[in-house]
T-cell receptor, first 117, second 113 residues
Framework: DQQVKQNSPSLSVQEGRISILNCDYT??????FLWYKKYPAEGPTFLIS?????DKNEDGRFTVFLNKSAKHLSLHIVPSQPGDSAVYFC????????????????FGKGTLLTVNP | GAGVSQSPRYKVAKRGQDVALRCDPI?????LFWYQQALGQGPEFLTY????????KSGLPSDRFFAERPEGSVSTLKIQRTQQEDSAVYLC???????????FGPGTRLTVL
């Protein structure tokens, strides 16, 4: 049973436009959410995170929005650049979600973003 | 380099063979994690170390999987009597503390024939 779901396997956008990647979760005990970016043959690299006490976190071109009532978060990239082309993983953790551990990350399946020049 | 390194990068094993995968975490990182990423899936948690202590092995799929970190630095994930379903990328991550940002290595791609 997938607790973190990324329902779009792929997304294609034009350079300069906005990229919106979506993520849904089912476990209400998750209280910390992260986005990781992964290039081929490399490990995931941390991009941005948000705590459940916030509904928005911004870092440069990247903004994450959290809607707790809908158990939904999204990553906005504005403007999108060709170098942003990668697989993006949504991940979640929470002390109450994993038997008292807040280090255990639960990942979605990822969304392949392609930014076309 | 200053990042997490893993070796080998690629490993092909015949079914039934034992394999050992190595992880060199970032120097000074107390916490170390192993994840398994099957094709088309996201990484799945296997086990967690704090220094040399294995505090959580709840994600290990069977008793054929064994991990150790004897001196609190380098870690080895061992898989005995490999099966085809063990084919995956095995990712290692380290962090300063259990709740800190996890830095991932490039992974070892294991293919069991």
């Amino acid at each position: 049973d997938q607790q973190v779901k990324q329902n779009s396997p792929s997304l294609s956008v034009q350079e300069g436009r906005i990229s919106i990647l979506n993520c849904d979760y089912t476990n209400s005990m998750f209280d910390y959410f992260l986005w990781y970016k992964k290039y081929p043959a490399e490990g995931p690299t941390f991009l941005i995170s948000i705590s459940s006490i916030k509904d928005k976190n911004e870092d440069g071109r990247f903004t994450v929005f959290l809607n707790k009532s809908a158990k939904h978060l999204s990553l906005h990239i504005v403007p999108s650049q060709p170098g942003d082309s990668a697989v993006y993983f949504c991940a979640a953790s929470g002390e109450g979600a994993s038997g008292g551990s807040n280090y255990k990350l639960t990942f979605g399946k990822g969304t392949l973003l392609t930014v076309n020049p | 380099g200053a990042g997490v390194s893993q070796s080998p990068r690629y490993k092909v094993a015949k079914r039934g063979q034992d394999v050992a995968l190595r992880c060199d975490p970032i120097s000074g990182h107390v916490s170390l994690f192993w994840y398994q990423q099957a094709l088309g899936q996201g990484p799945e948690f296997l086990t967690y170390f704090q220094n040399e202590a294995q505090l959580d092995k709840s994600g290990l799929p069977s008793d054929r999987f064994f991990a150790e970190r004897p001196e609190g630095s380098v870690s080895t994930l061992k898989i005995q009597r490999t099966q085809q379903e063990d084919s995956a990328v095995y990712l290692c991550a380290s962090s300063l503390g259990s709740s800190s940002e996890q830095f991932f290595g490039p992974g070892t791609r294991l293919t069991v024939l």
